[in-house]
Nanobody, 117 residues
Framework: QVQLVESGGGLVQPGGSLLLSCAAS????????MGWYRQAPGKQREVVALITSGGNTNYADSVKGRFTISRDNAKNLVYLQMISLKPEDTAVYYCNAKLPGASRDYWGQGTQVTVSS
């Protein structure tokens, strides 16, 4: 079982930057594929960025070139570096962990990101 705790959200002006962090419990973190998702008010949760246990990454088209996902297996951390933020990036951002082939995955409690002037 994995517990995830996100941090780093907040209020930022358009064009600004934020670094989100997700701290994971457990000794098998390096085996998990990790992801960042977001949910805006009135909308469904959507994938933002994914990173495999091997470090391969994938991004939603809406964030390509602006967001970067990375992981530090020694510290059980996953990051989402966000630059050039837009008002439409406003959402609650969630961290996700899943073992390949497993039937369930794990979610953090979310961190609010608000992009507004």
């Amino acid at each position: 079982q994995v517990q995830l705790v996100e941090s780093g959200g907040g209020l930022v002006q358009p064009g600004g930057s934020l670094l989100l962090s997700c701290a994971a419990s457990g000794s098998t973190f390096r085996r998990y594929a990790m992801g960042w998702y977001r949910q805006a008010p009135g909308k469904q949760r959507e994938v933002v960025a994914l990173i495999t246990s091997g470090g391969n990454t994938n991004y939603a088209d809406s964030v390509k070139g602006r967001f970067t996902i990375s992981r530090d297996n020694a510290k059980n951390l996953v990051y989402l570096q966000m630059i050039s933020l837009k008002p439409e990036d406003t959402a609650v951002y969630y961290c996700n962990a899943k073992l390949p082939g497993a039937s369930r995955d794990y979610w953090g409690q979310g961190t609010q990101v608000t992009v507004s002037s």
